[in-house]
């Protein structure tokens, strides 16, 4: 009987991973799109801002469809180690999106494209956090997974949210129109 028990949390540890792996690897790819046709920006700069930010998000994407393959590689060095450099670059560019934003702010954050990406920064730091916590107990306790639950399930809840509700997408930027 315990073996049987602990299939279950491990296995909804598994999938919020996969969920959340296919979240950061989709938001890599629609990065380029959305900076090809975000007025004001000329190719010199949109390709390498492009460029870091797939980056930025298909390492979550790679370590997080790699613990959905197997939950103790948490436990392994190098891991440990690129992720904890991800949390730390994340962390420090979301400070400097937000410290941005509160000197320049003009609409609500999630019209303005430094708080998405901002909002972005915080999800990538915040599940690899707690993946980083999960080397010891993949699937965690209770609560660690209810938070996994919930954070693996909100970026897909939001975009149905913002897809459904028109008036919101009527004030955003052609480029964000399109990505659904």
């Known amino acids: ?9 491990r296995g909804l540890w598994r999938a919020c991973n996969w969920l959340m792996g296919a979240f950061f690897a ?37 370590l997080t469809l790699l613990v959905g393959l197997n939950p103790l590689v948490t436990g392994n060095f190098i891991w440990k180690s690129v992720s904890a450099i991800h949390i730390i670059l994340c962390g420090l560019w979301a ?31 915040a599940w690899l956090g707690l993946c ?18 919930t954070v693996a399930l909100l970026p897909f809840i939001s975009w149905v949210y913002i897809y459904i509700n028109k008036e ?5 930027p052609a480029h964000c129109k399109t990505v659904i």
């Open 1 to 9: 009987m315990a073996p049987a028990a602990g299939r279950g949390p």
């Open 26 to 62: 989709l938001a890599a790819f629609v990065q380029e799109d959305r900076l090809n046709t975000r007025s004001g920006l000329g190719p010199h700069f949109a390709e390498p801002l492009c460029t870091s930010l797939q980056v930025v998000y298909t390492i979550p994407a790679t």
């Open 95 to 125: 400070i400097s999106l937000a410290y941005n934003l509160l000197l320049h702010k003009k609409q609500n954050l999630l019209h303005e494209e430094e708080g998405r990406e901002l909002f972005g920064l915080v999800i990538i730091a």
């Open 132 to 149: 980083h916590s999960s080397s010891k107990a993949p699937g965690g306790g209770r609560i660690q997974l209810a938070i996994a639950t």
């Open 168 to 172: 919101m997408r009527s004030s955003w």
